[in-house]
Structure formats: C-alpha cells, structure tokens
T-cell receptor, first 112, second 119 residues
Framework: SQKIEQNSEALNIQEGKTATLTCNYTNYSPAYLQWYRQDPGRGPVFLLLIRENEKEKRKERLKVTFDTTLKQSLFHITASQPADSATYLCALDAGGGNKLTFGTGTQLKVEL | GAVVSQHPSWVICKSGTSVKIECRSLDFQATTMFWYRQFPKQSLMLMATSNEGSKATYEQGVEKDKFLINHASLTLSTLTVTSAHPEDSSFYIC???????????????FGAGTRLSVL
C-alpha cells in the first residue's frame, strides 16, 4: 500500500542548530514533492517544491533534497530560530496532476 | 499574492443543522480547489476536488450527499456539511491552485481553516 512517513515524534533542537526532517514514501512515483509549514489551528503554508529530476533546492535558510532511489526527501532548516517552531508536512503528487497526499507531519520545536 | 480566504474560521452548531463554509481565492483565479479534513495530530485527508463549472470529485468513503460542494466561479468554492452530527466535528481546510502560474501550478495555497464543533 502507499505510505508517506514522517517522524511522528517531535523534534526538539537548540536555537542556531540545523534541523533535519525526513520524509519517506513507498509505492509512489511522484513527479514532485512539496514541503509545507503548519501552525496550530491554521492552514498549511507552502515552502518548497522539488521535482523528480532535481537533487536539491534551496530558499534562504531552507534546503530540500530528493532521492528518488531511496524514496526519501530531507528538509533542512539552518540557523534555526524559535519562530521556526511548527509542524512541517511533506506532500507528494498522487498522480493525475492535481491531488496532493500529505504525510502526518513532524512537529519541530526550537528552544532558546 | 496567492491568498486564500476561508470563512468562517470557527462555527458551533446543533446536531441536525447544516453549515456552509466558503473558500475564496482573493488575487488569482482557481479552476481547481480542494477540501480537506484534519483531525487532531493527524494529517490532512483530501475529501474532494472542486472544479469550476462542473461536479466535484469525491474521495473514496466521502459521502457526496453529506458534504455538498459548489464551485460557482473561478474564485469561490463552498462546502456545505448537511445535517451535521458530532462525528462531523473537525478542522476543515480548503486550498486552491493558481490556474495561471505556469511551473508553479502544482502549488496549493491554503485557507486558514474552519473549526466545526457540532453539539
């Protein structure tokens, strides 16, 4: 069956360190993968999209990698700040070009 | 740019009543909008895909007579929860794709969500 797995346990890191979040998937062949941020009681906010032919994408302090052989994406936040504390969701195109399927998300807490 | 407004943000209703949730794209046209449901500490579950001018496509297990979707224009989709019951209490979120954004057309822009509590 198809699965998208993210660390269900919360990730606590110290301010200034690099946070690394993992997204693994099985039985998908996504043309692209996306990362979103969700704050409590709010809708997700788009962060980055990476295509299957791209190995890495960067945006300011964010970096995403995409390994279609390992079926894994890593999401990095460098020089993390308390304001980065949120739940981060990865999402894959579910085929058909329109729909996204979301992972369960990883809660990140950046401590002073 | 790419702002999606969802209203209301919070609603409490009695069991058996119907509730309408609106989703508007404010600065772009959205031929496709999506409706999701999210339970606490769980991921977003797609309920249906709403296409402007045509019937919505519902995911397996979602009752289309229970969750009525209307996508009357390129900027507005509505979800009506009919005869709501306590088990329908959840966080409902809409999203929209920008029809004109070329390579970024696969990005979904989300509303802030609606917290529905059915008593």
């Amino acid at each position: 069956s198809q699965k998208i797995e993210q660390n269900s346990e919360a990730l606590n890191i110290q301010e200034g360190k690099t946070a690394t979040l993992t997204c693994n998937y099985t039985n998908y062949s996504p043309a692209y993968l996306q990362w979103y941020r969700q704050d409590p009681g709010r809708g997700p906010v788009f962060l980055l999209l990476i295509r299957e032919n791209e190995k890495e994408k960067r945006k300011e302090r964010l970096k995403v990698t995409f390994d279609t052989t390992l079926k894994q994406s890593l999401f990095h936040i460098t020089a993390s700040q308390p304001a980065d504390s949120a739940t981060y969701l990865c999402a894959l195109d579910a085929g058909g070009g329109n729909k996204l399927t979301f992972g369960t998300g990883t809660q990140l807490k950046v401590e002073l | 740019g790419a702002v999606v407004s969802q209203h209301p943000s919070w609603v409490i209703c009695k069991s058996g009543t119907s509730v309408k949730i609106e989703c508007r794209s404010l600065d772009f046209q959205a031929t496709t909008m999506f409706w999701y449901r999210q339970f606490p500490k769980q991921s977003l579950m797609l309920m249906a895909t709403s296409n402007e001018g045509s019937k919505a496509t519902y995911e397996q297990g979602v009752e289309k007579d229970k969750f009525l979707i209307n996508h009357a224009s390129l900027t507005l989709s509505t979800l009506t929860v009919t005869s709501a019951h306590p088990e329908d209490s959840s966080f409902y979120i809409c999203s929209a794709r920008d029809r004109g954004s070329g390579g970024a057309k696969n990005i979904q822009y989300f509303g802030a969500g609606t917290r529905l509590s059915v008593l």
